[in-house]
């Protein structure tokens, strides 16, 4: 079965600075990624995804990830942080059979300091 | 297209009654998934239907729980009889399966409070 750990409930970091999510996943085979955020009282939208090709992808807002196979990661990145990125971060993984229900991981909390 | 759309938003209702949430998913996807957030157990996939038709639906939380979809464009999850337990944000999502992008469209969610 598929899994996902995110390591760090809560990340505060001041504005400006660089931000890294952590993020490990267990799959047998090539798993799709995700990185959603989620904003107080919003739904999920989709930061960026990984599918196959370049491992390093590029997102909205600003965000990138890079999938590393031989560690079984994918960390959010962002090279500075705006205010307005304060919200909780989730990643997720598919299965790349027919299925391709997400699993989640239990998310981490940003805080952004001015 | 106005993406996924969840009714209502916020629902509060007492121990023992039915509630049923609804959810239109973007038009022209094939695969629709439900799922719940709480503290305790974040996100968790209820039941998936793939072409309306129920695919998985082992997350279900027990029988009090069950889900419809009579076509493409509407699905239920409906509570009966409901409890404290239950209270919690419910998500519904949409995708295309079949196609090369995988990605969920999630809707607002529904805030479901149980007293």
């Known amino acids: 079965a598929q899994s996902v750990t995110q390591p760090d409930i809560h990340i505060t970091v001041s504005e400006g600075a660089s931000l890294e999510l952590r993020c490990n996943y267990s799959?047998?085979?090539?798993?799709?990624l995700f990185w959603y955020v989620q904003s107080p009282g919003q739904g999920l939208q989709l930061l960026l995804k990984?599918?196959?090709?370049?491992?390093l992808v590029q997102g909205i807002k600003g965000f990138e990830a890079e999938f590393k196979r031989s560690q079984s990661s994918f960390n959010l990145r962002k090279p500075s942080v705006h205010w307005s990125d304060a919200a909780e971060y989730f990643c997720?993984?598919?299965?790349?059979?027919?299925?391709?229900?997400?699993?989640f991981g239990s998310g981490t909390q940003l805080t952004v300091l001015p | 297209d106005a993406g996924v759309i969840q009714s209502p938003r916020h629902e509060v209702t007492e121990m023992g009654q039915e509630v049923t949430l609804r959810c239109k998913p973007i038009?022209?996807?094939?695969?629709l998934f439900w799922y719940r957030q709480t503290m305790m157990r974040g996100l968790e996939l209820l039941i998936y239907f793939n072409n309306n038709v129920p695919i998985d639906d082992s997350g279900m939380p027990e029988d009090r729980f069950s889900a419809k979809m009579p076509n493409a464009s509407f699905s239920t999850l409906k509570i009966q009889p409901s409890e404290p337990r239950d209270s919690a944000v419910y998500f519904c999502?949409?995708?295309?399966?079949?196609?090369?992008?995988?990605?969920?469209?999630f809707g607002q969610g529904t805030r479901l409070t149980v007293v």
């Open positions: 038009s022209g996807h094939n695969s």
């Open positions: 799959y047998g085979a090539t798993p799709y």
């Open positions: 999502a949409s995708s295309l399966l079949g196609g090369s992008n995988t990605e969920a469209f």
């Open positions: 997720a993984v598919a299965s790349s059979g027919s299925a391709r229900q997400l699993t």
């Open positions: 990984y599918f196959s090709g370049d491992t």
